[in-house]
């Protein structure tokens, strides 16, 4: 049987697609539903209402997105920017470093206007280990940037401060460098209506990391390494889930993120779904067998992405990239503040 490679989930985006800012309201999105045949429907996203039905339950990641990205100098003055991936305590951080040489350990650089000095300690993985003088969050509070996806071709604006962010994000769990982007398009007036319609909805947590932007450099696509993130499911939500499945209603994550965060539990498992906390590495693509989830809500995402192969075994690789065609002659928008898909497992 032959692999599949990265070029067969390729397509042709044209760059005026691309959605470098949000609506001006959040669920002023389009949404285009792929039902369990494969065949597609063009939706407004206030439809979800009437796409889902009472009994199912949505799976929301309640991370909330740090202002990770710090711009500095060396003590040479060469300019230096500093992009928080993980916090290892209030102190210790695994980043990435852009600057015009690696700095080798040890070498100090300095953090925004009033030069808060900051230590790289060596290399974890493709990572630096940085050792701040100050806590991390109120470095990042104070001179820090939202880390907003390297498509938008910007820098971050006022706007993205409230918009790059969930409307129910847990503030204690401020640990992301990019937003679980499907969650976006709900605000609260959506929220309200689903819940009187009786759809339930329940937390996961997924701290997003920037590998979630890096490119599959592997021609077999089997061959690529994900990235790690850690993740948190808990009890409560796992007892929805199983009540949700006996009554024989629907499971739907919101977003990718909230996908590999239950199916992450679940294979930890052997495929039975319980609380897990831990750093998953899960590589979702077509061929793989969905434990949790029903249903998808997702944006439309990057081409040869690793999550266009992950909804791509949610359906199939066909259905999507009909699909995505049809949204790219219907002028649909893409990406993060783009529109959003309601995608069907495919019917065996």
Not at 254 to 267: K, L, W
Request: charged letters at 20%; aromatic letters at 8%; proline letters at 4%.
């Amino acid at each position: 049987m032959m692999t599949m490679q990265l070029s067969d989930f390729n397509f042709d985006l044209p760059d005026e697609l691309i959605a470098r800012y949000p609506l001006e309201q959040r669920s002023a999105s389009r949404l285009l539903h792929i039902d369990a045949t494969g065949a597609y429907h063009d939706h407004q996203f206030t439809d979800i209402v009437d796409l889902l039905n009472e009994g199912d339950l949505l799976v929301l990641n309640d991370t909330k997105v740090m202002k990770a990205r710090l711009k500095g100098k060396r003590e040479s003055g060469g300019a230096v920017e500093v992009l928080v991936e993980r916090m290892q305590d209030q102190f210790i951080a695994y980043c990435h470093i852009k600057a015009s040489n690696s700095p080798k350990p040890e070498t100090t650089l300095f953090i925004g206007k009033d030069a808060v000095p900051v230590t790289v300690k060596g290399r974890h993985e493709n990572l630096y280990i940085v050792e701040f003088s100050q806590p991390i969050l109120t470095v990042l509070d104070l001179y820090g940037q939202l880390p907003i996806p390297p498509y938008f071709n910007r820098e971050a604006e006022d706007i993205d401060t409230e918009r790059y962010q969930t409307v129910f994000n847990d503030p204690t769990k401020l640990a992301s460098v990019a937003a679980p982007t499907a969650s976006l398009h709900f605000d609260d007036a959506l929220l309200k209506k689903l819940e009187q319609k009786g759809i339930q909805k329940t937390f996961v947590t997924l701290h997003v990391g920037a590998g979630t932007f890096l490119p599959v450099r592997t021609t077999d696509i089997e061959n690529h390494i994900m990235h790690s993130e850690w993740c948190h499911v808990p009890s409560e939500t796992v007892d929805l889930i199983q009540a949700t499945k006996a009554r024989g209603n629907k499971v739907i994550s919101v977003g990718t993120t909230a996908t590999r965060a239950v199916e992450s539990a679940a294979q930890a498992h052997q495929g039975k779904l319980q609380a897990w906390t831990g750093d998953t590495q899960i590589f979702i693509y077509p061929g793989y067998k969905f434990c949790v989830v029903d249903r998808l809500i997702t944006n439309f995402h990057l081409p040869e992405s690793t999550l266009l192969m992950l909804v791509s075994a949610l359906s199939n690789r066909e259905n999507i990239l009909k699909a995505y065609q049809h949204a790219v002659a219907e002028k649909y928008r893409f990406f993060s503040y783009g529109d959003a898909m309601l995608i069907d497992q495919a019917a065996v």
